[in-house]
């Protein structure tokens, strides 16, 4: 067994990336993200949602604000899709796949889901076991990762674009929580 190096290796550091490090569409996302240390953001938000959303009723969590717009637990469910498909993006990238990553089509995987089946207890639960998974696969990257570059529905992408998005994506869809929802 060969013993541990008496200092570890540089971590990844997950600074703003610049504009031409992702598609246009993902600035709204990657804007809402605040300077500052985005694991610490990333670890903020699991009580954040866990605060929002552990206390609803059921009928709370199966509420939608409008005839066709997603439940709560809708919602949820699609924050914890979207983290998984970003944290995959990061990693393939991340490891040097060669391979362009295909497109997702977030509105046709919610019926298929069947989310409002589940206890909101078990939802939270599955999203913060996929935020600590996200966390822990950044904080153990090598420092040069962040600004490597793939492809991704058929854009490219730093692997510290892909990182800024899922927070992002959370503050706007909780915004959207509070504002309409709750």
């Not at 990844?12 to 600035?27: G, H, S």
């Not at 005839?67 to 998984?84: S, Y």
């Not at 990762?145 to 994506?169: I, M």
Request: include cysteine; proline fraction near 9%; aromatic fraction near 8%.
């Amino acid at each position: 067994m060969t013993p541990e190096p008496a200092t570890a290796p540089a971590r990844a550091c997950w600074d703003r990336p610049a504009p031409d490090e992702y598609a246009a569409y993902y600035a709204h996302y990657i804007g809402k993200v605040p300077e500052g240390d985005l694991l610490a953001l990333l670890e903020a938000q699991v009580a954040e949602v866990r605060d929002l959303l552990g206390g609803l009723t059921p009928a709370q969590a199966d509420h939608a604000y409008a005839p066709g717009k997603w439940t709560v637990k809708e919602v949820l469910g699609h924050l914890t899709d979207t983290e998984r498909v970003f944290s995959h993006r990061a990693l393939s990238i991340a490891r040097g796949d060669p391979l362009a990553l295909p497109s997702w089509e977030h509105e046709t995987w919610i019926a298929p889901a069947r989310f409002g089946e589940r206890p909101m207890a078990s939802l939270l639960a599955e999203w913060t076991a996929v935020r600590r998974a996200t966390m822990a696969l950044l904080a153990g990257l090598p420092a040069d990762t962040p600004l490597r570059r793939g492809t991704a529905s058929g854009n490219p992408f730093t692997v510290r674009a892909l990182a800024h998005v899922p927070p992002g994506h959370t503050i706007w869809h909780l915004e959207v929580l509070r504002a309409r929802y709750l």
